[in-house]
């Protein structure tokens, strides 16, 4: 199997209040994430109750890979084999916070399992997972940047070795108020040269 | 094909500083798991195997650090340096690192802690591992739930067949903390006892800490005694529900199943399956039903949570570690905690240590987020 032979068939990006895909802005919000990713939400029609049960770092990265899946044709109802394969660099350390205030002062002691299950960065994996029903390859990495060398290589050793006909790739981060989502999806097909060097410039 | 191998390899445990400590220990049927009364850890009691932190600090002042270190960067350094040390390897750019954990150091976000926050994040555990050996490439830090150990070794393999590395080291721990007890007890996944993994009266998680750590290689030069090759490796998520498994156990099914196909093996050339087993009734049963699926209900199977609890990120790896030494002494260890089968569909559970000519194993695991692990592994022929 030829290695450079994958494609980037379509990006997302997600950041300072605006989504854009394959480069072009189709969403443009205001305010703080709350109040920008409900308007996202309303926007597209998304339909899915269970996304205001989401922390903020699922529904970053569902949104983004809402759009991205929708815009690729991907249907529930129709199983792909699509690895969901993210990065960040602050793991889940928004909603760890919120954990540990309500176990810091034992007089306010109120630890919730709505809360606890998503102390974990590959939950937003499961979110996507089961909305799309994807019951594939699963990894998420915590590097210090974006580094599309570990993941262009990651990507396409599933490729190659079949574990998966795509790889919905890239970085999901939510700390304090900053956030950023940039996935793409990586296929047989597409406009784009899956390599380092053009995940870089997409990014 | 290349071959990969898992290789050299270490458990700090509540048992020691080594893996063999841990092994003759399980061979003896011995847990590690002990009644632990510390309201500051959580309001009740609760079981758990820990790793006494006076006796870690004095085996890792032996390495000479030369600032101040959390205890979970205590107890991988450790782990760790043994590993390096026995593999006699160079650490240069042909050397991957791989850290996995599931909170790292998030004891530290505690107002008692008196290292800084920053250390929570879990990139800053992989620059402090790194440059307390010197690697020369960036950590890749696996924050998997509870699959992440078993992940890393499946990652370090791929990273190794695509050209990246020859060689990976893998460091796994995570540590008892009030923020992980006090989030399964709110999940009531505490046992009130010592966990019983696929029995009747099982009732829940003991949460327990370790350090593993282990060489993956692609050269067969230096093996470790009891290395094994790593034959198959897949994850796949339930596409169920974020927090609880599935009922038809599709997931670790489909991973055990995409395993087999990498390894060219069918479910009957498993000699032994080191199952994942929390002894949450939810948990156990799934995969008394994927393994049924599977045709694996008369595979012995153990789960190796009786003697140390759930240890999160480092399970994984550390029950892929004993795997290998039960391969390597034909032995197969006793699923302790285990009375009377609590599950719906058969399954050999390992009552007893027996001596048993093995060749091959499975190592599984299954974690919050719907993921599962699989990985096969094979005894070196002599």
Redesign the interface.
């Known amino acids: 199997m030829m290695k450079d032979n994958y494609r980037i068939a379509s990006y997302c990006h997600i950041k300072n209040n605006e989504i854009s895909l394959n480069g072009a802005l189709i969403f443009k919000g205001e305010g703080p994430f709350k109040t920008f990713i409900k308007m996202a939400y309303q926007h597209f029609a998304v339909d899915y109750p269970k996304f205001f049960k989401m922390d903020n770092l699922s529904k970053l990265a569902f949104m983004a890979g809402d759009v991205l899946l929708k815009h690729e044709k991907v249907s529930p109802e129709q199983e792909e084999n699509i690895a969901i394969v993210f990065s960040n660099r602050a793991s889940s350390l928004d909603t760890d916070r919120k954990h540990q205030e309500s176990i810091q002062d034992v007089t306010a002691y109120y630890p919730s399992p709505a809360v606890f299950v998503y102390t974990l960065p590959n939950i937003c994996i499961g979110e996507i997972s089961i909305k799309y029903k994807l019951y594939s390859e699963n990894s998420f990495f915590i590097f210090d940047a974006f580094n599309p060398d570990y993941l262009f290589e990651y990507s396409s050793s599933i490729l190659d070795s079949g574990k998966a006909e795509k790889v919905l790739c890239g970085w999901v981060d939510f700390d304090e108020e900053n956030y950023e989502a940039f996935i793409y999806l990586v296929s047989r097909e597409g406009s784009f040269i899956h390599s380092t060097e053009e995940i870089k410039r997409l990014y | 094909m290349n071959n990969t191998y898992l290789s050299h390899n270490n458990i700090v445990s509540s048992f020691g500083f080594d893996s063999q400590a841990a092994v003759v220990n399980i061979k003896n049927e011995v847990s590690g798991l002990q009644l632990v009364d510390n ?1 500051k850890m959580l ?1 009740e009691p609760f079981y758990s195997s820990l790793i006494p932190a006076e006796k870690t600090r004095s085996v890792f002042e032996t390495l000479n650090p030369q600032q101040e270190y959390t205890r979970l960067e205590q107890i991988l350094l450790v782990s760790l340096e043994r590993v390096i040390k026995k593999s006699q390897l160079e650490l240069n750019d042909r050397v991957g690192l791989i850290i996995s954990t ?3 150091n ?1 004891d530290v ?3 008692d802690s008196p290292f800084h926050k920053n250390r ?4 800053e555990l ?2 402090i591992v790194q440059s307390f050996f010197g690697f020369k490439t ?1 950590p ?6 509870c699959v992440s150990g078993i ?1 890393a070794v499946a ?1 370090a393999k ?2 190794i ?2 050209g ?1 590395f020859d060689h990976v080291f893998i460091a796994s721990g995570d540590l008892v903390t ?2 992980i007890l ?6 009531q996944a505490l046992s009130p006892t010592l966990c019983r993994p696929y029995c009747k009266t099982r009732s829940g998680i003991n949460i327990g800490e370790v350090a593993a750590s282990a060489l993956v290689t692609r050269s067969d030069a230096n093996l470790a005694e009891e290395a094994v090759k790593i034959l198959g490796d ?10 609880g498994p599935s009922r038809t156990g ?2 670790l099914y ?1 991973a055990v199943r ?1 395993a087999l196909s ?1 390894a060219g093996l069918v479910s009957e050339e498993i000699d032994y399956i080191s199952a994942h087993g929390t002894a949450t009734s939810f948990n156990d049963e799934m995969e008394a039903i994927a393994f049924d699926r599977l045709g694996m209900q008369k595979t012995p199977l153990n789960s190796l949570k009786g003697y140390f609890g759930h240890t999160l990120g480092a399970s994984g790896l550390m029950e892929a570690i004993i795997g290998m030494h039960s391969l390597h002494q034909n032995t197969l260890f006793t699923s302790k905690g285990f009375q009377e089968l609590g599950v719906s569909k058969p399954i050999n559970v390992i009552t007893e240590t027996t001596p048993r000519e093995l060749k091959t194993f499975l190592k599984t695991a299954s ?5 599962n692990a699989a990985v096969i592994f094979q005894k070196l022929q002599k």
Not at chain 2, 234 to 243: G, L, M, Q, V
Not at chain 2, 367 to 371: E, K, R
């Open positions: 309201p309001p599931t909170k790292g998030i976000l505690s107002e929570a994040y879990l990139g992989g620059k960036e890749i830090v696996v924050s998997n739930a992940l990652i791929r990273f067949s695509q990246r009030p923020f006090s989030g399964f007890h709110s999940f897949a994850s796949c998520n339930d596409a169920n529900h974020i927090s599709e997931g489909r995409s990498e974690g919050f987020g719907g993921c």
